[in-house]
């Protein structure tokens, strides 16, 4: 790509049944993208599809996260020239798309990833999770006097939440 004049572009596409970088994992990774001979170095634009595993913040349950990662990045060329932070080519000439991908797709995962929307989470006494089954404690729990305060309670765990 490097020795080809401005402008050339190619289409690269992806199709990976798993792909670790580092502390992310993507099941799959598939998509395409463009790799363009710029000026600069190459610019590469496309979108990528996966799906990561995570864990629910509410009910700890393992979660498939869809993601879709966009990308619309410059690599540098020659890699020296990259201001810091940004990309660049590699001395080999490869472009290593793997910091790239994990970047976006850590930006893609939600700080507090749930399972679903209306996921119950667990029960703050037992640890039983409530989507599955309900258990006693909260009734066991609260004092009739104290049932007015109910719904100023709930609210508090929502806001934690
Ligand atoms: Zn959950
Ligand atoms: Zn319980």
New binding site residues.
Partial sequence: MLESDLGTSTEVELDYPSVEIDDVSLTPLTGSFQTIRSSKGLYITGELYSSTETECARCLENVKLPLSIKIDDLFYYPASTAPPGEFGVGIDGFVDLNPLVRQLSLLEIPMKPSCRSDCKGL??????N?NFDN????TDNIDPRLESLRPLLDSQTEIGN
């Fill in positions: 029960c703050a006494h037992c640890g039983n409530l258990c006693e404690c909260e």
